[in-house]
């Protein structure tokens, strides 16, 4: 029996970002669209040419995007939102780029439409990617808006490359999109029958297979969900034309045998998040399904162990032709280690981008084929890698083995309950009503990157920068006393990044110098790796905060980011739960916690952005996260005394199905994005009895607009009818780091006021 290789899709953004700086460029007006195009193209043959080279024999094309595949696939489909003015079919690049970003007034779009909002985004499935979300209306009217899939296909076969297009499933697109006074689902006909048009297309093109995304099929499926897959699988294949339907991100689970039996040609499946279902995968497939097997981990940055995959899969080859693939596309990963030179030798030979899990992928077909002899060097060096990974004394750490081994259930506990607490952190730190904060960044200006960077490069030493870090914190902590705001903070100008900066100085984390994973459109991150045990060598953030707190005798709160939030940001380890490496990080942030209070700190702020976005895909295994999250954020809070308040901060506006779960983390103030939702979810807190203080967000930081008194008194009053008023805080909805200054100081100045004309009214009425 034969085996091939394919991937399911290749890194968009180029080796060195250079879609990012093309599209940047393009966006700021200093290039035509024709040079945008060009780089574009350019990179789709250099991914063609690469993936080529390194031996795949099933090339994706129409995986590339200019910004994002969900946004293509709408585009495609014509579902483009009036607001846009798009003629029907004819949607072009403009179009494209105001869903995806908007426009300014300005900035083309016709004259008489100032500007025009974005599509909304948010997160893929449990990716650290963003995708623009699908928007219908009622009465809408769909027609295929542009072929580009197809003119991807023609244009890797003018270049030698015979390959694989990749559609985003229907059902999957459909699941995704938001309908406006109708339910997506009433376009599924009108969505497949423009579906069966491309595929046509495809066809006489020359196309034998296509790949059709539809990780749907890894989440619980609604009846309607099942009914419109089996429509769709239904209908949509073709004599010529075989469809690989390709599933990831989890197991099949329940659907497995569904999945299994739907009439197309192939399945892909992920054998890295649910190895197990391989075995129910092949009682229930089929003789004549195509099967590939993702054994590669696609969203992951380890080096496999080629061996003991051999051994699961030679039985398996034996029996019938399989398509070997990494378990997702390698959109989410970074793409070649061999841009990496500053890397530990040590941990660099655990790792694998996407280059070299191609490369990985390339030896086991040639041993499944020819045998393990054929390939016998490589097997003993990718044996002998996992092994030393094992042992190596880089990773494990005896000692903080066994401070977790003795963590007791009182380290999880506040002393006192918060009614107790309240009372002392009320005493000790003597707030007005209405406290005015800010969520802890201020603007990283210009000269703020601008010195980190030659920092970074040598050019300014560490007394120099230390020198005018200082001036810049003592600036903000001067302008806040003036601004009058009740509980200061220093304002991160140290910081490169909220996971970054801590990472940097926990043991355990190894940091790279180009492996960029795309975030959305032309944004990238660079996910720390956290490769072993984590311990906190030195206090972090104490001397920051000491000296912002010994400029003022306003409280500075303390500044940290919760562990949560730096697993579910970083690379970790898969050698161990995500639950076990939380905890060790759990023990640091404890460790500065107790640090900061020791300093003299009164309050101090543990973010949590990312731990609702750690959500599994499946509603059942929810709430096992939710209590190991909230479990290791109490292990990481509760190391100090009654009187020292712990705030936590979270970047979004959905709580409701998880407020037990906030609720559990027991902290004394919470602050949460509300200012775009005119505070309707604390309708939810209000139901569910939330004990202790919240600052609803009362100004949307996101945009650069400096809100009025007025609106953030009323949104105080509105947030005043859920919530007693000794509960409330006054501060914006997030960080202000990517605002300019002379937006945040207006915006302040009238924040403070509001909170000033709150106090004030409720005086009179009491
Ligand atoms: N303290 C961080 C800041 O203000 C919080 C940001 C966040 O949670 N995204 O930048
Ligand atoms: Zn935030």
């Not at 302008?479 to 509980?487: F, K, N, Y």
């Not at 505070?679 to 650069?704: C, K, N, Q, T």
Request: glycine share 8%; proline share 5%; aromatic share 8%.
């Amino acid at each position: 029996m034969t085996v091939t290789i394919a991937t399911l899709g290749f890194p968009r953004i180029g080796p060195r970002r250079e879609l990012k700086y093309a599209l940047e460029n393009y966006w700021a007006g200093k290039t035509p669209q024709a040079d945008l195009l060009e780089a574009a193209a350019g990179l789709r043959t250099a991914a063609w040419a690469r993936q080529n080279a390194l031996g795949v024999d099933w090339l994706p094309s129409g995986d590339f995007s200019l910004y994002d595949h969900v946004l293509d696939t709408s585009l495609m489909l014509g579902a483009v939102p009036q607001r846009y003015g798009a003629e029907e079919g004819a949607a072009g690049l403009g179009t494209y780029f105001a869903m995806a970003r908007g426009t300014t007034g300005d900035a083309g779009g016709c004259a008489h439409h100032s500007s025009l909002t974005a599509c909304e985004m948010t997160k893929w499935y449990d990716t650290n990617y963003h995708y623009m979300v699908p928007e219908l209306v009622a009465g809408q009217k769909l027609t295929l808006n542009n072929m580009k899939v197809v003119e991807d296909y023609r244009e890797a076969k003018a270049q030698g490359f015979e390959t694989r297009p990749v559609l985003l499933g229907p059902v999957t697109w459909l699941s995704l999109a938001k309908g406006r006074g109708v339910d997506p689902f009433d376009f599924l006909d009108e969505v497949l029958g423009l579906y069966g048009v491309i595929l046509s297309h495809l066809e006489q093109a020359g196309a034998q297979w296509v790949q059709i995304d539809e990780p749907v099929l890894v989440t619980d499926l609604t009846e309607q969900q099942r009914r419109a897959l089996t429509r769709a699988y239904a209908k949509l294949p073709r004599k010529g034309l075989k469809l690989m339907l390709t599933t990831y991100f989890c197991g099949l689970d329940s659907n497995l045998g569904f999945a299994a039996a739907l009439p197309v040609a192939g399945l892909h499946v992920d054998l890295v998040r649910a190895p197990e279902q391989l075995d129910a995968l092949l009682k229930a497939a089929p003789k004549n399904l195509c099967l590939s097997l993702g054994v590669i981990d696609g969203r992951n940055i380890w080096r496999s162990d080629l061996e003991s995959l051999l051994d699961r899969l030679e039985p398996v080859a034996a029996e019938r032709d399989i398509i070997l693939a990494p378990s997702c596309s390698l959109l989410h990963v970074p793409v070649d280690l061999a841009l990496e030179n500053k890397l530990d030798p040590q941990v660099r030979q655990w790792i694998a981008f996407a280059v070299q899990k191609i490369e990985e992928l390339a030896i086991l077909k040639r041993a499944l084929n020819e045998g393990r002899d054929s390939v016998a060097d490589a097997l003993a060096a990718s044996s002998a890698a996992a092994a030393q990974r094992k042992v190596s004394p880089l990773i494990h750490n005896p000692d903080v083995t066994a401070r977790v081994a003795a963590i007791t259930p009182d380290m999880r506990e506040r002393r006192s309950p918060y009614g107790v607490r309240v009372a002392v952190q009320a005493d000790a730190l003597k707030l007005p009503a209405f406290p005015t904060t800010t969520i802890g960044s201020f603007p990283q200006t210009g000269e703020v990157r601008r010195a980190r960077a030659e920092h970074g490069r040598g050019n300014i030493d560490a007394a120099a920068y230390e020198a005018f870090l200082r001036e810049e914190t003592g600036r903000a902590i001067r302008w806040q006393e003036e601004a009058g705001l009740d509980m200061l903070v220093h304002g991160e100008f140290e910081r490169n990044d909220m996971v970054q900066y801590f990472g940097e100085q926990l043991s355990g984390f190894a940091f790279t110098s180009n492996a960029w994973v795309q975030s959305y459109g032309s944004r990238c991150v660079r996910p720390p790796i956290l490769y072993g045990d984590v311990s906190r060598p030195a206090p972090m953030t104490v001397t920051w905060w000491r000296y912002a707190q010994s400029l003022t005798d306003k409280p500075v709160k303390g500044m940290l980011t919760g562990p949560v939030t730096i697993l579910n940001w970083s690379f970790v380890r898969d050698d161990q739960p995500r639950e076990a490496s939380c905890r060790q990080i759990a023990l640091a942030i404890r460790d500065e916690v107790t640090d900061l209070e020791a300093a003299g700190c009164k309050a101090i702020q543990i973010d949590e952005a990312a731990l609702r976005e750690g959500l599994p895909l499946k509603r059942r295994d929810w709430q096992a996260y939710l209590d190991w999250a909230v479990d290791c954020f109490r292990l990481s809070a509760s190391g100090v005394g009654d009187a020292t308040q712990i705030h936590t901060h979270m970047c979004y506006s959905e709580f409701n199905d998880i407020l037990p779960s906030i609720g559990a983390m027991d902290t004394d103030v919470i602050s949460i994005e509300t200012a775009r939702s005119q505070m309707e979810l604390l309708e939810g807190f209000a139901a569910y009895r939330y004990p202790s203080a919240i600052g609803p967000g009362v100004y949307d930081i996101h945009a650069p607009r400096v809100p009025t008194v007025e609106e953030m008194v009323r949104l105080m009053e509105l947030a005043r009818q859920h919530l007693g008023a000794e509960q409330l805080w006054v501060n914006p909805d997030c960080g202000l780091k990517t605002r300019k200054w002379d937006e945040v100081k207006p915006a302040i100045d009238a924040m403070v006021a509001a909170a000033r004309t709150l106090r004030e009214s409720a005086g009179a009425a009491a």
